[in-house]
């Protein structure tokens, strides 16, 4: 059995790393009197997770050409508490502000209305945003005070909730005892949310807001998923942890990930990449951008049966189509009717393409015309 690790030593190891490490600053929260708003985070309401300062430094840092009331009307928009929504609703739309930017309307110095979009996230350049890691927040909730263990923050908004545990407790409970409790009574703390963190050390798992426990997944490797990996030893050294610190959150990758690999299905569930999908997709990305010197020749991206083909297929296809400019077709070849019908349904239930942009040829001379037309996705059996 490994030695006991407690939570405070597993909360000053992942600080240290990610400021060390991966740059973010540090701060720590912690307060005697949970109504103290003498915690270092300049909020004027214990309710409050945004660090607004923070964020209204980053919206006029990053959109300098946008006039000071424009950026007010986006952190306006931003802060709203959305509370006709559902928590998947609202964190699908703040998701969607995020991403793609904050729409804003404004006269320009010639008297001309224009509309633009407030960006407070810069994911083409990482070092242009400024990472926080925050310890032992008090956040005001429906019943009381509650205090996380530790949260991301970029550019004064919290995108990851790490969770610790003793390593004598069980995992679950982290899910069961914490994370659940605080969905219900602070759940503005998850409007914002890309992902939440698991961990006692023996043991870590990440998952979204809306996965069961069994849908929580392990990330246990950083760079290439043909890696020896010694569950043994990562139990007895109670180093689970390494994987997500080294794989997941460097400013580089916890921006690609935000940017990529997040995904809403009908509206009623978020799916996040897991760890075999971040590096897949990555390589074959890396792969679709040297395809001249590859001589289109990408590779092969394999599977094994329910590791989430479809979806490594949308966050490859999303990525490239946000992320590269060209009028790209992909087709999706399958060998039998039913899983032509599933990818095609992922494809149209995540959003990815419309119904417009896709099309399931019946034959070959419709797989011709519609090749023709510039679809952005064909779909058709082998």
């Not at 083409?124 to 310890?135: A, E, F, I, Q, S």
């Amino acid at each position: 059995m490994p030695n006991f690790i407690s939570e405070d030593q597993i909360e000053q190891v992942l600080v240290q790393k990610l400021q060390h490490l991966h740059g973010f600053d540090a701060l720590d929260c912690y307060t005697e009197n949970a109504e103290d708003l003498n915690d270092g985070s300049n909020r004027a309401n214990k309710r409050d997770v945004i660090l607004v300062e923070r964020v209204r430094e980053a919206a006029i840092r990053l959109n300098p050409d946008i006039p000071p009331t424009a950026i007010e009307d986006a952190l306006d928009k931003l802060l709203d508490r959305r509370q006709a929504l559902t928590l998947i609703a609202a964190n699908r739309e703040i998701y969607g502000l995020l991403r793609d930017g904050i729409p804003v309307e404004f006269d320009n110095a010639q008297g001309v209305r224009q509309q633009e979009l407030v960006r407070l996230l810069d994911f083409n350049t990482p070092d242009n945003n400024r990472y926080l890691v925050v310890t032992q927040l008090w956040i005001k909730g429906e019943r009381g005070f509650r205090r996380p263990d530790v949260l991301l923050y970029v550019n004064g908004i919290p995108l990851v909730f790490i969770e610790l545990k003793n390593s004598n407790v069980k995992l679950r409970n982290a899910y069961d005892d914490n994370l659940m409790n605080y969905k219900a009574e602070i759940p503005q703390l998850f409007l914002t949310n890309a992902f939440c963190v698991l961990t006692n050390a023996i043991e870590t798992k990440v998952g979204s807001i809306t996965a069961e426990w069994e849908h929580f997944f392990n990330w246990l490797r950083a760079d290439d998923e043909k890696e020896k990996i010694d569950r043994a030893a990562i139990r007895e050294q109670g180093i689970s942890l390494e994987g997500v610190i080294e794989g997941l959150l460097p400013q580089k990758r916890l921006l690609d990930y935000v940017e990529n690999f997040i995904l809403y299905y009908k509206d009623s569930s978020k799916i996040i990449a897991q760890n075999h999908q971040f590096i897949g997709v990555n390589r074959a990305y890396d792969a679709f951008l040297r395809r001249e010197e590859l001589a289109g020749k990408l590779g092969v991206f394999w599977h094994t049966q329910g590791s989430g083909k479809s979806f490594s297929m949308i966050f490859y296809a999303r990525k490239i189509f946000r992320k590269q400019t060209g009028n790209f077709t992909f087709v999706v070849v399958t060998d039998r009717d039913d899983l032509d019908g599933q990818i095609y349904r992922n494809f149209l239930n995540t959003r990815t393409v419309s119904e417009a942009e896709a099309a399931q040829p019946k034959n070959s001379e419709e797989m011709r015309r519609f090749l023709g037309q510039n679809k952005r996705l064909v779909f058709t059996l082998i």
